[in-house]
């Protein structure tokens, strides 16, 4: 699994002009805002005659020591526009490289928690590995803009400001570097406590949002049930604990924010104490024109300081996000052996030994389950509820893996194969595979091409044509949230759409003739009975269907797989 800084070294290795062209622009940027003060403080010292030795690092600086105004104006609005420009040009490219990275991110993300694998799903539900896109990624993407190439750039300006008023003023200089420093610590030790405050207040949104999740998606159950009092007062409860939480955690940053701008104008305080003590003695007094670029200086100072010192909290905050991503990351995945292509038309599928049961559960589904798939033949598993016939479809897919046992796929021993190389060849029909996507087009095809879409059009017309004309689908009608639209025999059509384009050798199908027309129940038999000779089908159901020719009928009971004769 990589880290948080492969990640970003990876990023920056693939987007090289983006971080050099971010890097020399806020370079330039920092030296601009360094010579707009000290040209302010210039032309107050030759317009009102003074002079001082502490500014002669500026006579090599063409045009800024001109003493023509016009010249200067002139050389001053010009550094203005050059400063939008090279102010323009890196916030724009920190930007996208912000973006960049997060969608990079997103991306990688999706595709793992596609192949993430199904027993994890299992454990604690889907919702307990939900990254919140809209929040986590935000926070990432501050990380990375923020907190790495704008906090790099501030602590090279800081840097160069220092160096400056320190040439100007070393013990002035000094006292700056030292309030800084004191600064950073006294800030370390609040960060540290909000990062605490931070990961309870982000784990308890979190759960905030599976809860939403799963009462929602049972909003029917809660309905009928009328549990919208114990429900609300559930979420009323979490929402306490954020809410508590929540004015720590404001309560941490408002100090934290306070205290800056705080310490900074305590550094002005310093100066007009040092330059008041220094003319009380009559010692070094400061000329007027360097104690405006002083003043100058350290108010440009205020905004990046502030800036510079805040970033703390965007590590912090971005860190907790990187750590829930990474978590992520490091999740087992499927697809870790490499895609094979193979034909199964001609194979046989040969399970032995196979014994089965969920994680974390004592239910035995399967014990020393043994069968023998043949090509090109009809077989029927005949079940009652809760004997296995899901999972006997997930185990042929290589989407649970058995606990003990073994399954060839023809030569192909199971381990041997990639998922995706086995799903090349088996479709599935079941309620435990829903339909989504916008639209019916959407739900059963998988090309957007015009030869596609005839085709499509034409098996919905043909498994539709037996249906009450007011309930037939075309391609552009809506399904809803995951079909929650259609009616149950809607959905069963659009299953078999679904699967018969995929035009697999082996088609699996589980209960095939629940909830349809009988009129569509007899067609569909006759289809499949026409497909014998080139697919191999497995229906799986709790009788066995009449007006099929059937080749092999099994019936599972108590965890054993047996053989009618």
Request: with cysteine.
């Amino acid at each position: 699994m990589k880290t948080k800084w492969q990640l970003i070294a990876d990023f920056i290795k693939g987007n090289k002009l983006l971080a050099i062209v971010a890097f020399i622009s806020g370079l330039f940027y920092n030296v601009i805002i360094l010579l707009i003060p000290v040209s302010l403080g210039h032309f107050y010292e030759f317009n009102f005659g003074f002079s001082s030795h502490r500014l002669r690092l500026l006579e090599s600086i063409i045009f800024i020591n001109t003493e023509s105004f016009n010249e200067f104006l002139a050389f001053f609005i010009g550094l203005i526009l050059i400063r939008f420009v090279f102010e323009f040009i890196n916030r724009y490219i920190i930007s996208i490289i912000g973006e960049r990275f997060a969608k990079n991110l997103r991306e990688q993300l999706f595709e793992h928690q596609l192949h993430i694998s199904t027993h994890i799903y299992d454990q604690k539900g889907i919702g307990k590995y939900l990254l919140r896109y809209s929040g986590d990624l935000k926070s990432i993407q501050n990380y990375v803009t923020n907190g790495l190439f704008k906090f790099t750039q501030d602590l090279m300006l800081i840097v160069i400001l220092i160096i400056t008023i320190s040439y100007i003023d070393f013990i002035f200089g000094f006292i700056v570097a030292i309030s800084i420093g004191v600064l950073i610590l006294l800030l370390f030790f609040m960060n540290h406590l909000l990062y605490k405050i931070s990961v309870s207040r982000r784990n308890q949104r979190a759960a905030m949002l599976t809860f939403v999740n799963t009462r929602l998606r049972a909003i029917l159950s809660i309905k009928a049930f009328n549990k919208y009092t114990p429900e609300k007062n559930k979420y009323i409860k979490r929402s306490e604990n954020l809410y508590t939480v929540g004015k720590k955690y404001q309560q941490t940053v408002s100090v934290i924010q306070s205290i800056i701008p705080a310490v900074t104008y305590l550094m002005l305080a310093l100066l007009m104490w040092y330059v008041y003590y220094l003319k009380s003695h009559k010692e070094n007094v400061f000329n007027q024109s360097a104690l405006l670029i002083l003043i100058l200086l350290i108010i440009s100072f205020l905004p990046i300081l502030r800036r510079t010192l805040r970033v703390s909290i965007i590590w912090r905050l971005g860190n907790i996000s990187f750590e829930k991503l990474l978590n992520i990351f490091s999740l087992k995945a499927e697809n870790k052996v490499s895609f094979k292509k193979i034909n199964l038309s001609e194979k046989e599928i040969n399970l032995k030994n196979i014994y089965f049961h969920y994680f974390n559960s004592k239910n035995i589904i399967f014990n020393k389950l043994t069968i023998t798939l043949l090509p090109k033949k009809l077989t029927v598993i005949v079940g009652g509820s809760g004997t296995g016939k899901s999972t006997f479809i997930n185990l042929l897919l290589k989407i649970h893996q058995p606990t003990k046992g073994t399954i060839h796929f023809g030569k192909y021993s199971y381990n041997k194969l990639a998922e995706k190389s086995i799903r090349k060849n088996i479709t599935v029909i079941s309620s435990d595979f829903p339909l989504y996507g916008r639209t019916v087009y959407e739900a059963i095809a998988y090309s957007r091409s015009k030869e596609a879409a005839i085709k499509v059009a034409k098996i919905l017309k043909e498994l539709q044509q037996f249906e009450d004309i007011k309930i037939r689908l075309e391609l552009k009608d809506t399904i809803g949230d995951l079909g929650n639209k259609l009616t149950s025999g809607q959905k069963k059509i659009l299953m078999y759409c679904r699967a018969l384009l995929t035009n697999k050798p082996w088609i699996i199908i589980n209960q095939p003739f629940n909830d349809l027309d009988p009129n569509t129940i007899n067609h569909l038999k006759n289809t499949l009975n026409s497909l014998k000779p080139t697919k191999t089908i497995i229906i799986m159901d709790t009788t066995i269907p009449e007006g099929l020719k059937v080749d092999h009928i099994y019936t599972l009971k108590n965890s054993v797989l047996t053989k009618q004769k």
